[in-house]
């Protein structure tokens, strides 16, 4: 167990339609990063919140968005979905700025997009 | 442009051998490397990394090598185990300006099996 978790573990909607996905960091980890894992495309990161404030922007689209809760808890929203951005989601937590040592990952959030 | 290459998807060792899992990199801004494992239904779990001022890490059965004039780096695993077996991630980091952050770029990962 990483100690950080992600909830829901599933989750299939429709093309158009938004979801959230939300991520709890470690106890003490300020950094929460997330990442998607396609089939084909391996682990891409998305963005990095550090302290609630956004520090590092990745391959995300305009249709997503994140935010850093005061409690420190993460939210990734995707909206207008699309067939394609059927994947895995992952959020990562670390207690530093930079995600150069040991970062720990969630076990994933996969989304259907049908 | 991937930037960071695992050229070998899969990978079948005998237990109690060596593995040897490669990784390049093609971006001279990577100065930290990673390597993360990863089994099916969970999240990836770091194993071991390097930093650029070095061309070795070793940590239990876990080594990992750098050679910076060649962009390569690779993970050796000594002796294997079948618990070994999982996808093996290479992931890399570089400094961003203004002493800000950057997420991890990683390779698309290599499975490796361990036969008994």
């Known amino acids: 167990d990483s100690g950080v978790t992600q909830t829901p573990k599933h989750l299939i909607t429709a093309t158009g339609q938004r979801v959230t996905l939300r991520c709890s960091p470690r106890?003490?980890?300020?950094?929460v990063y997330w990442y998607q894992q396609s089939l084909d495309q391996g682990l891409q990161f998305l963005i990095q919140?550090?302290?609630?404030?956004?520090?590092a922007k990745g391959n995300i689209l305009e249709r997503f968005s994140a935010q850093q809760f005061p409690d420190l808890h993460s939210e990734l929203n995707l909206s207008s979905l699309e067939l394609g951005d059927s994947a895995l989601y992952f959020c990562?937590?670390?207690?530093?700025?930079?995600?150069?040592?040991?970062?720990?990952f969630g076990q994933g959030t996969r989304l259907t997009v049908v | 442009d991937q930037q960071v290459k695992q050229n070998s998807p899969s990978l079948s060792v005998q237990e109690g051998r060596i593995s040897i899992l490669n990784c390049d990199y093609t971006n001279s801004m990577f100065d930290y490397f990673l390597w993360y494992k990863k089994y099916p239904a969970e999240g990836p779990t770091f194993l071991i990394s390097i930093s650029s001022i070095k061309d070795k890490n070793e940590d239990g059965r876990f080594t990992v090598f750098l050679n910076k004039s060649a962009k390569h780096l690779s993970l050796h695993i000594v002796p294997s185990q079948p618990g070994d077996s999982a996808v093996y991630f290479c992931a890399a980091s570089a400094s961003v300006s203004g002493g800000g952050a950057d997420g991890l770029t990683f390779g698309k990962g290599t499975h490796l099996i361990i036969q008994p």
């Open positions: 106890s003490g980890d300020l950094s």
């Open positions: 990562a937590s670390s207690p530093r700025v930079r995600q150069n040592t040991e970062a720990f």
């Open positions: 919140y550090y302290n609630g404030e956004e520090r």
